[in-house]
T-cell receptor
Framework: DSGVTQTPKHLITATGQRVTLRCSPRSGDLSVYWYQQSLDQGLQFLIQ???????AKGNILERFSAQQFPDLHSELNLSSLELGDSALYFCASSAPSANTGELFFGEGSRLTVL | GQQLNQSPQSMFIQEGEDVSMNCTSS?????WLWYKQDPGEGPVLLIALYKAGELTSNGRLTAQFGITRKDSFLNISASIPSDVGIYFCAGQLSAGNNRKLIWGLGTSLAVNP
């Protein structure tokens, strides 16, 4: 158990819909990262938040957005869903003092768009 | 986005065999990391390397940070069925900057008991 909690574990929805994925980082971690994993693309970095503020952006589509709340949990919002958005979405957190790329991943949310 | 060249893409071996996989890049990294992803779970950090030439072991796993800082390898000795999973390498472009983690596409390992 990494200490990072993600909900829901599985989500099935239709094209055009909007979903929200939730992540609670490890206790004491200030950074939250979102990754997308699809079969042919490996782990794609989407976005990072640090203590409530956006720190870095990766390959995140404009239809996607995220935020980190004062209690440090984070939400990833995916809208106008397309079939190609079906993937595993991982959240990870890191310790405040970690400058080394050591991430702790949740178990992921599997999104299926029909 | 930028990715590392990780090879092989997949391996199917017999229990007890040794395994070797590697990652290369055209960029210089300050840190190399190896993660393992079990089926249905998120990646878990196996080994982190911080200095060029560094050789680090974690049980049956050994990883090295290449001298050129552009490559790393991971060896698994005497493989067992629970070694099954996907192994990812990741390189960090500059110290103190988690957002600059670059990932390989993974090596899928299957072990025949």
């Amino acid at each position: 158990d990494s200490g990072v909690t993600q909900t829901p574990k599985h989500l099935i929805t239709a094209t055009g819909q909007r979903v929200t994925l939730r992540c609670s980082p490890r206790s004491g971690d200030l950074s939250v990262y979102w990754y997308q994993q699809s079969l042919d693309q490996g782990l794609q970095f989407l976005i990072q938040y640090y203590n409530g503020e956006e720190r870095a952006k990766g390959n995140i589509l404009e239809r996607f957005s995220a935020q980190q709340f004062p209690d440090l949990h984070s939400e990833l919002n995916l809208s106008s869903l397309e079939l190609g958005d079906s993937a595993l979405y991982f959240c990870a957190s890191s310790a405040p003092s970690a400058n080394t790329g050591e991430l702790f991943f949740g178990e992921g949310s599997r999104l299926t768009v029909l | 986005g930028q990715q590392l060249n990780q090879s092989p893409q997949s391996m199917f071996i017999q229990e007890g065999e040794d395994v070797s996989m590697n990652c290369t890049s055209s960029s210089i990294f300050n840190t190399w990391l190896w993660y393992k992803q079990d089926p249905g779970e998120g990646p878990v950090l196996l080994i982190a390397l911080y200095k060029a030439g560094e050789l680090t072991s974690n049980g049956r796993l050994t990883a090295q940070f290449g001298i050129t800082r552009k490559d790393s390898f991971l060896n698994i000795s005497a493989s067992i069925p629970s070694d099954v999973g996907i192994y990812f390498c990741a390189g960090q472009l500059s110290a103190g900057n988690n957002r600059k983690l670059i990932w390989g596409l993974g090596t899928s390992l299957a072990v025949n008991p």
